[in-house]
């Protein structure tokens, strides 16, 4: 099944250079990244992983603070995520909000994701 998602999950060096990307690193070993892409306004969080044996360290809230200064410093209002349905409550928990579902389609099969959205404007909570 992972392979019917390879080319849409393969991050190629061109998107890397293309893109507003950035690793966490835990002694020297990559543990996860993030990619942004800019549209004004209204950034997009394309990418936000991490290591399976990472999870749960905070890797993930690192990453989220990072991609969202990031995307604020560039002049971004709102950062969309169209995120995996077992990273929502991540996301929400992080401050996103619900706004919708994305549509798709793999192997002619329809998949529902949520779709999400972080004000940037807003103060961020002390305890994120």
């Given at each position: 099944?992972?392979?019917?998602?390879?080319?849409?999950?393969?991050?190629?060096?061109?998107?890397?250079?293309?893109?507003?990307?950035?690793?966490?690193?835990?002694?020297?070993?990559?543990?996860?990244f993030?990619?942004?892409?800019?549209?004004?306004?209204?950034?997009?969080?394309?990418?936000?992983?991490?290591?399976?044996?990472?999870?749960?360290?905070?890797v993930?809230?690192?990453?989220?603070?990072?991609?969202?200064?990031?995307?604020?410093?560039?002049?971004?209002?709102?950062?969309?995520?169209?995120?995996?349905?077992?990273?929502?409550?991540?996301?929400?928990?992080?401050?996103?909000?619900?706004?919708?579902?994305?549509?798709?389609?793999i192997?002619?099969?329809?998949?529902?994701?949520?779709?999400?959205?972080?004000?940037?404007?807003?103060?961020?909570?002390?305890?994120?």
């Amino acid at each position: 099944m992972l392979k019917q998602w390879s080319e849409e999950l393969t991050i190629t060096p061109t998107f890397i250079a293309e893109n507003e990307t950035s690793k966490a690193l835990t002694k020297g070993s990559v543990v996860g990244f993030h990619a942004l892409l800019g549209f004004g306004a209204i950034w997009r969080l394309e990418h936000l992983w991490v290591s399976p044996e990472r999870m749960g360290e905070g890797v993930g809230r690192a990453l989220f603070r990072h991609a969202t200064a990031r995307a604020r410093a560039c002049g971004a209002s709102r950062l969309t995520i169209e995120s995996d349905p077992h990273a929502e409550a991540f996301y929400r928990h992080m401050g996103a909000q619900r706004v919708g579902l994305a549509a798709s389609e793999i192997d002619g099969r329809r998949r529902e994701l949520p779709l999400l959205e972080f004000d940037l404007m807003r103060p961020s909570s002390p305890c994120l």
